[in-house]
């Protein structure tokens, strides 16, 4: 594969329609774009979006981006808020199909989550729980200025590495 040139990743968040068909497993609507096999976002990240949705959370901080190379019109991942902020910190999700790793994708993805985080004026930090094991992930986020401060049970039970990433005043 090619190298991505950073300008071709683009973040094209989910319309509520196709959040909806993915919900109940059916082929989502993207306009000629090829889908890398687990490109998609998982059920429990579509099944959080529509509950913060429900909860009257706006779009930005709850629906998914898609990971999308405008050069190679694949979608290649997902990523985005798993809430709205709260107290100034807001937690972050990603994941980049298995035959797409490796290629930098990640990290352009979490960079451009970076940045509208702090354009947003809600944030201070961004935050990322990131199993131990999963070194991959930790090398992503310790590349875009993320420290490690210390581990916590998740949500989902797990032992998690909390990742902290604070805007510049």
């Not at 071709?8 to 497993?25: D, G």
Request: aromatic content about 4%; proline content about 5%; glycine content about 8%.
């Amino acid at each position: 594969m090619q190298a991505l040139d950073p300008e071709s990743i683009q973040l094209i968040q989910l319309s509520v329609p196709n959040l909806c068909r993915l919900a109940v497993s059916e082929r989502i609507e993207l306009e000629a774009l090829h889908i890398a096999e687990g490109a998609l976002p998982p059920s429990k990240t579509v099944a959080r979006a529509l509950t913060q949705l429900d909860l009257g959370t706006p779009a930005l901080w709850c629906i998914p981006f898609l990971i999308v190379s405008t050069s190679r019109s694949t979608l290649l991942g997902a990523c985005g808020f798993k809430t709205a902020p709260v107290n100034g910190s807001v937690e972050i999700s990603y994941g980049v199909a298995r035959a797409e790793r490796g290629h930098g994708i990640a990290t352009m993805a979490v960079g451009k989550l970076q940045q509208l985080a702090a354009r947003s004026d809600l944030v201070q930090q961004v935050v990322a729980h990131i199993l131990p094991d999963n070194t991959a992930s930790s090398n992503v986020v310790a590349r875009l200025g993320f420290s490690p401060e210390g581990t916590l049970v998740d949500t989902d039970g797990e032992l998690v590495m909390r990742w902290v990433w604070r805007v510049a005043s």
